[in-house]
């Protein structure tokens, strides 16, 4: 491909610049595919180029399929958004929640209530993420769960071991980015009777023809994975063995049990391009119907109030921008004046959610359009804080910006 394409070389431009590895690029609307942009490589030392096929980690992309699966329970009447998480994990039957969040675990009050689904599905359960914590928690979260990706403990264990701390905040409070996803993952295969990835394998993968999705990529497809990437102590790009914070092994076993529904998954632009369509269908992707229109509604309408919203925190950072909202997995385009294209900027009524390691994607409805960036790009939270490694979020403002011009 042709550095004269503005989009390649938009990407080519931070991977000249050790900022990104290479980034594969997806534009879609009105039922056909725009244009698909590669750029850089999957393996740099090998001096393998990204290919539309490429297989990467997409991270906390995971949690939308997560999500819309649990809506698909809904649906059938096998869960209600109110119901007790308790009612399939009673484990969290009576639940303490810390005076502070940094505080010792033994300093805890009665949580109010119980723990819903709509809690776990907008991130108002109380439960967080040990690496966004200096105090106990974040050791207690490290010691009890395992690695957030590819974790030794079962599943059954990881559930009792989570139901056995302290939340940081009553149910139902506030955003908290967090395990949330990850909790209802494994409540969908108790409720399926079934592991978390046949599940999603038979009510999403396999209807949509998403055949590169899974939580492992089998051996024959190992020469397409792209190989994790991220940065030293002076900010060089490097290859890694695994991702940020240990969340994942070199090589995950085969035999492992526990899968991650918030950040587990591995795609390509294709195959999430099969999913994503279903947000400018009304619920539908072709002839397969995954949510009923209403639910779809139900999902993508934002659910916190206006003080969640402008409360909601990542590493001390705004985890929305002024014109975002917060539907049940997703984040939802309110005013498209006042929206950050990171978490997805379009028409009202436009989602995505992002991935830690560099994927981005936005579904549109207004102009029935998708867009999706996928790259390897991990991160330390300690080097976010000393600006080392964003440059993959400037190529994602890049690219939606370019894609967006070709769209008009």
């Known amino acids: 491909?042709?550095?004269?394409?503005?989009?390649?070389?938009?990407?080519?431009?931070?991977v000249d610049a050790g900022e990104l590895a290479g980034a594969a690029t997806l534009v879609w609307r009105e039922g056909d595919v725009a244009q698909v942009r590669c750029a850089g490589w999957r393996d740099v030392d090998a001096k393998l180029p990204v290919e539309r096929d490429t297989i990467f980690r997409i991270a906390s992309m995971t949690k939308p399929i997560t999500s819309a699966v649990a809506l698909m329970l809904l649906e059938e009447g096998r869960l209600a958004l109110d119901d007790p998480i308790a009612r399939w994990a009673p484990e969290f039957e009576h639940m303490r929640v810390l005076r502070t969040p940094d505080g010792p675990l033994d300093d805890t009050v009665p949580a109010e209530r119980s723990i819903t689904f709509e809690d776990l599905l907008t991130h108002r359960s109380g439960l967080t993420i040990g690496d966004f914590h200096s105090g106990p928690i974040a050791k207690a979260y490290a010691k009890t769960l395992g690695g957030d990706i590819d974790s030794t403990v079962s599943p059954d264990?990881?559930?009792?071991?989570?139901?056995?701390?302290?939340?940081?905040?009553?149910?139902?409070?506030?955003?908290?980015?967090?395990?949330?996803?990850?909790?209802?993952?494994?409540?969908?295969?108790?409720?399926?009777d079934a592991p978390l990835g046949e599940v999603l394998a038979r009510r999403v993968f396999a209807p949509l023809g998403m055949k590169d999705t899974g939580f492992t990529v089998p051996k024959a497809k190992h020469d397409r994975r792209a190989r994790l990437y991220g940065f030293d102590e002076s900010g060089k790009l490097t290859a890694r063995l695994t991702a940020a914070g240990g969340s994942t092994m070199a090589e995950r076993p085969e035999d492992m049990e526990y899968v991650s529904g918030g950040q587990g998954l591995w795609s390509t632009v294709d195959d999430y391009l099969a999913f994503a369509r279903m947000f400018v269908g009304a619920g539908q992707v072709g002839s397969e119907r995954l949510l009923k229109p209403e639910t779809l509604a139900l999902m993508t309408t934002n659910r916190l109030s206006e003080s969640q919203r402008i409360g909601a925190r990542m590493m001390g950072m705004p985890v929305f921008a002024s014109g975002h909202g917060f539907g049940l997995g997703v984040a939802v385009v309110l005013d498209p004046?006042?929206?950050?294209?990171?978490r997805g900027r379009g028409g009202v009524g436009t989602v995505g959610w992002p991935g830690a390691f560099g994927g981005w994607w936005q579904a549109d409805p207004t102009n029935?359009?998708?867009?999706?960036?996928?790259?390897?790009?991990?991160?330390?939270?300690?080097?976010?804080?000393?600006?080392?490694?964003?440059?993959?979020?400037?190529?994602?403002?890049?690219?939606?910006?370019?894609?967006?011009?070709?769209?008009?």
């Open 337 to 342: 004046v006042t929206v950050s294209p990171l």
């Open 157 to 192: 264990d990881w559930i009792s071991g989570l139901a056995g701390l302290p939340l940081i905040d009553q149910p139902g409070a506030a955003f908290h980015y967090s395990h949330s996803t990850d909790l209802l993952g494994l409540l969908i295969a108790r409720i399926e």
């Open 1 to 14: 491909m042709s550095t004269s394409d503005p989009i390649v070389a938009a990407i080519e431009a931070y």
């Open 368 to 408: 029935r359009s998708v867009m999706i960036f996928l790259a390897h790009n991990v991160v330390e939270l300690e080097q976010i804080a000393n600006v080392i490694g964003l440059g993959v979020f400037d190529a994602i403002v890049q690219f939606h910006s370019l894609a967006s011009v070709q769209l008009r």
